[in-house]
């Protein structure tokens, strides 16, 4: 992959997350998507951008830049206990943070909250590190989820983040990173608050894109997809995943689509289209980015999401020149050895 490619994609996945969360935020407090209509544009001068899906993606980006190389829950601890703004997390991760701060593990912090959606947000940049490698991506993403979440909600992140290692490769489509969700899913019967719900993990995810399939349209989506995708909260992350896919599917990967797609879904929606707009993004690239929507970000906050970006590609080439160099050595080896 090109060192201009690798950039278009890791900041079209950093900054689709942002544009898609800034149209979504103001939209999440009503629930429904048929109290607002049509919303295709910033609801206001100024996009808000001090939401905790965004937080959570600078976290991420920040501790895989400082370490250089994989990170562990321990790793992102650190970044998270020092830079996170207390007063921004859901309350399931305060009890995380205070429980970090207080001796337990990182890799267990999460194991009794209760399942919301919020080891999903923010978890794209486990996948830009393992870009073109949905396997380790899934592995470490789990593993990080715990800090957070259990069950659901880690599986949730780390067939998420699958998803965007698929999507970081130069000759990906819609449909291998749709593939990908369904590939790293379980088929076993899943044990949720909401017992009406008898589909396994995969069958959910399933049944959201043959839905999306009859659609071009993201609006003309959304009854069908709200009727029989929604789960027990709309903070469910199965919810959050499955309604992601849907919309990224309806509109064909494209990153203007996929945004407004998500966030007019309603339901968790500054989630959703920060998710799906990450996703198209690292799909497509950042020149893809919806122009109306980055036209109105301020200078200053695409310099600085545009410096993670630059930061995260360093990270993503070091490791892969680390990498490459085991291989050789490996290879090198084996013609000893058959010598």
């Not at 601890?77 to 337990?104: H, I, P």
């Not at 923010?122 to 073109?132: E, M, R």
């Not at 995943?241 to 500054?270: C, E, Q, S, W």
Request: glycine share 8%; with cysteine; aromatic share 10%.
């Amino acid at each position: 992959m090109s060192e201009n490619l690798l950039f278009s994609k890791v900041y079209g996945c950093i900054f689709g997350s942002v544009v898609g969360n800034a149209l979504g935020v103001p939209l999440e407090e009503f629930g429904d998507y048929r109290l607002y209509g049509r919303v295709t544009d910033f609801v206001k001068d100024i996009p808000e951008m001090c939401d905790d899906d965004v937080e959570y993606l600078e976290l991420y980006c920040k501790a895989y830049i400082e370490k250089g190389s994989r990170i562990s829950p321990e790793d992102m601890a650190r970044v998270w206990t020092r830079d996170a703004f207390y007063g921004n997390m859901f309350y399931c991760l305060q009890t995380s943070m205070e429980l970090v701060k207080n001796g337990v593990p990182a890799r267990y912090s999460g194991v009794g909250n209760c399942v919301t959606g919020s080891a999903i947000m923010g978890i794209a940049p486990v996948g830009l590190f393992h870009a073109c490698n949905p396997a380790d991506a899934y592995i470490d993403a789990l593993d990080l989820s715990f800090m957070h979440q259990r069950g659901l909600d880690a599986e949730a992140a780390a067939v998420y983040a699958a998803c965007t290692a698929e999507a970081m490769k130069p000759r990906a489509t819609v449909s291998s990173v749709l593939d990908t969700a369904i590939e790293f899913s379980s088929d076993t019967p899943m044990i949720i608050f909401d017992t009406s719900v008898k589909e396994t993990f995969r069958g959910t995810i399933g049944k959201a894109l043959d839905i999306a399939a009859k659609y071009t349209d993201v609006f003309e989506a959304r009854p069908e997809l709200i009727e029989k995708c929604t789960q027990w909260h709309q903070l469910d992350p199965l919810e959050v995943l499955t309604l992601t896919l849907a919309m990224f599917k309806v509109a064909d990967g494209d990153p203007t689509n996929a945004i407004i797609g998500g966030a007019n879904i309603g339901r968790d929606a500054d989630t959703i289209p920060s998710l799906a707009g990450a996703l198209a993004g690292a799909l497509n690239g950042y020149q893809k980015l919806p122009k109306h929507l980055v036209q109105r970000m301020s200078e200053h906050t695409k310099g600085k999401y545009e410096a993670l970006a630059k930061g995260m590609c360093r990270v993503i080439s070091s490791n892969a020149d680390v990498l490459e160099e085991q291989m050789h050595e490996y290879r090198e080896f084996q013609k000893e050895a058959v010598r």
